[in-house]
Every structure is written in structure tokens, then in C-alpha cells.
T-cell receptor, first 114, second 114 residues
């Protein structure tokens, strides 16, 4: 069975500092990996996704993530945090083509300190 | 209207009430989903529909009854709910099942069961 672990339910960074949100997955087959963001009172919005090909994936709002198979990780980073990045972030995994199930992590709430 | 819309945005109901949640997608997608988002828990997939046919029922109690009259509309009929059913209910759609496509989410309905 697939699963997703997000380390740290709350992360605080100063404005302008590096953002690092951690995600590890378990899967016996190559996964498709996603990061979603949820702003208050809104649904989830896709930040970026990895399916195949280049392991460093760039998304919206300056975020990027790197798929590391050896570490079963897909950590989300942004070089310089902005106040508007404050939100909840969810990592998700889908196993294999033709499988519609997305398994989500429990989320990480990102707080930006002015 | 664009994207995925959900009504109502907020709903308070007693345990004996019957209510319905509505989801509409304007993206021309063929697959639609209901998720439950509770505090401190991962998103839970409840139901999946593809071309109006239910393809997934993730062991959801019968007090939740989905309906998909066409590929653009999805309903969740609620009756005799329990307080632990209070949560944010998210609707999502995707072009088709599986593959590499992303799911697009609505803003959710915040349900409170008294």
C-alpha cells in the first residue's frame, strides 16, 4: 500500500528565508508525486507534480521539489519565503498509471514570520 | 463560473436533518471525487465517479449517499449524520481516471453536525 509522511505539522520561517517542507513516501512501484497548497477557506491548488523525466520539478509561486528515489523523498523548497506563502501544504502520491487514488499526507502548516 | 464550485460553503445541521451538498465543474472533466477533510487527519477519499458511474466507495457509511447525474454535477446527500461527521467536504474533478493528470478542487463545504 502507498503512504505519505510529512515531517512537521507546523513549520515557521522568517520572510526571505529558505522554505523546506519534507515529504517521504512508500511505494513498491514508481510513484506520481504532487504538492498541493490550501489557503484559508479555499480548496487545494496544485503547486507542482512529478510523473516521469527530470527529477527536479518547478512549480508555481517559485516553489520546486526534487524526487529522490533512493531516499523515497519529494521535499518542497522555495529559496526566499514571502508572507503570501503562509498556508497549509499537502504532499500526495498516486501509484501507477490507471490508478485514480491520491493518498495525501497530513499536511504542514507554514507560518511566515515578518 | 470557472473551475470547480461547491454549494453551500457552510452548513449547520442537526442529526435528524436531511441536506445535500452540490458540486459543479466547468472544466469538461469526466471524473469527479468527494473527499472528507478533518482536522489533524489526511484527506479521506470517499467516492469516485467516472462518466457518471461510481468506481470507488471507500467504505463510507450509508448515511452519505452520492449522486452523479452527469459528468459536470456531483451531489452528496446527507441524512442522520453524527457529530463526528463534522468536517470540510471537498469536491474535485480530473480529466479522466488515473494517468498523470491533476485533480482540481473546489473550495469545500464546511459542515457542522450538532
Amino acid at each position: 500500500a502507498q503512504s505519505v509522511t510529512q515531517l512537521g505539522s507546523h513549520v515557521s520561517v522568517s520572510e526571505g528565508a529558505l522554505v523546506l517542507l519534507r515529504c517521504n513516501y512508500s511505494s513498491s512501484v514508481p510513484p506520481y508525486l504532487f504538492w498541493y497548497v490550501q489557503y484559508p477557506n479555499q480548496g487545494l491548488q496544485l503547486l507542482l507534480k512529478y510523473t516521469t523525466g527530470a527529477t527536479l520539478v518547478k512549480g508555481i509561486n517559485g516553489f520546486e521539489a526534487e524526487f529522490k528515489k533512493s531516499e523515497t523523498s519529494f521535499h518542497l523548497t522555495k529559496p526566499s519565503a514571502h508572507m503570501s506563502d503562509a498556508a497549509e501544504y499537502f504532499c500526495a502520491v498516486r501509484i501507477g498509471f490507471g490508478n485514480e487514488k491520491l493518498t495525501f499526507g497530513t499536511g504542514t502548516r507554514l507560518t511566515i514570520i515578518p | 463560473e470557472t473551475g470547480v464550485t461547491q454549494t453551500p460553503r457552510h452548513l449547520v445541521m442537526g442529526m435528524t436533518n436531511k441536506k445535500s451538498l452540490k458540486c459543479e465543474q466547468h472544466l469538461g472533466h469526466n471524473a469527479m471525487y468527494w473527499y472528507k477533510q478533518s482536522a489533524k487527519k489526511p484527506l479521506e477519499l470517499m467516492f469516485v465517479y467516472n462518466f457518471k458511474e461510481q468506481t470507488e466507495n471507500n467504505s463510507v457509511p450509508s448515511r452519505f449517499s452520492p449522486e452523479c447525474p452527469n459528468s459536470s454535477h456531483l451531489f452528496l446527500h446527507l441524512h442522520t449524520l453524527q457529530p463526528e461527521d463534522s468536517a470540510l467536504y471537498l469536491c474535485a474533478s480530473s480529466r479522466d481516471l488515473g494517468g498523470r493528470g491533476e485533480q482540481f478542487f473546489g473550495p469545500g463545504t464546511r459542515l457542522t453536525v450538532l
